[in-house]
T-cell receptor, first 115, second 111 residues
Framework: EAQVTQNPRYLITVTGKKLTVTCSQN?????MSWYRQDPGLGLRQIYY???????DKGDVPEGYKVSRKEKRNFPLILESPSPNQTSLYFC??????????????FGSGTQLSVL | SQKIEQNSEALNIQEGKTATLTCNYT??????LQWYRQDPGRGPVFLLL?????KEKRKERLKVTFDTTLKQSLFHITASQPADSATYLC??????????FGAGTRLFVKA
């Protein structure tokens, strides 16, 4: 089954404790992206990757890092989480032969709480 | 500033009626526009894409229009069913590899 898999589904942590949210897709997609979703603000793009070893900032990249060492994986790293990073996070991918993100496939989300 | 606006108030309609959701944008010239459905606790699911040179796109009971002069897209669900109850997100491709999302409109279809 074609899918984007995020882990963990829920995460509670404390301020300053480094964490990684994993994302993997099995569709051989070139494009991958991370979003956060907050009430009333919609989905906001954090980082995206056009291909292996190629990443770029989205609209809200502060406090986040990403890496794209393999085509299927795109982890999101919070080096020193803060309470304002409490949010619902989604990973997405697209490809299917087209160069741009015309149809995004989303993971099920990671609900992060930073205390 | 660049903005995408969807009606933040929930839309309540009776089963069998047509639901119409609105997406307005300012200061963009998108190459295309997408609509997604999101259920509580789940990731968005792609529904339809309409390009700037297309006026209307249909898929089963769904219809999307795109007016680049008005900077508006309308999303219609005909013969609505309770199973159509969800949040619907509008998204614009703003060039390069960026997709910008609206906050979504919650739809409730009553049996």
């Amino acid at each position: 089954e074609a899918q984007v898999t995020q882990n963990p589904r829920y995460l509670i942590t404390v301020t300053g404790k480094k964490l990684t949210v994993t994302c993997s897709q099995n569709m051989n997609h070139e494009y991958m992206s991370w979003y956060r979703q907050d009430p009333g603000l919609g989905l906001r793009q954090i980082y995206y990757s056009m291909n292996v070893e190629v990443t770029d900032k989205g609209d809200v990249p502060e406090g986040y890092k990403v890496s794209r060492k393999e085509k299927r994986n795109f982890p999101l790293i919070l080096e020193s989480p803060s309470p304002n990073q409490t949010s619902l996070y989604f990973c997405a991918s697209s490809g299917e032969g087209d160069a741009t993100n015309e149809k995004l496939f989303f993971g099920s989300g990671t609900q992060l709480s930073v205390l | 500033s660049q903005k995408i606006e969807q009606n933040s108030e929930a839309l309540n309609i009776q089963e069998g009626k047509t639901a119409t959701l609105t997406c307005n944008y300012t200061n963009y010239s998108p190459a295309y526009l997408q609509w997604y459905r999101q259920d509580p606790g789940r990731g968005p699911v792609f529904l339809l894409l309409i390009r700037e040179n297309e006026k209307e796109k249909r898929k089963e009971r769904l219809k999307v229009t795109f007016d680049t002069t008005l900077k508006q897209s309308l999303f219609h669900i005909t013969a609505s069913q309770p199973a159509d109850s969800a949040t619907y997100l509008c998204a614009l491709h703003t060039g390069g590899f960026k997709t910008i999302f609206g906050a979504g409109t919650r739809l409730f279809v009553k049996a």
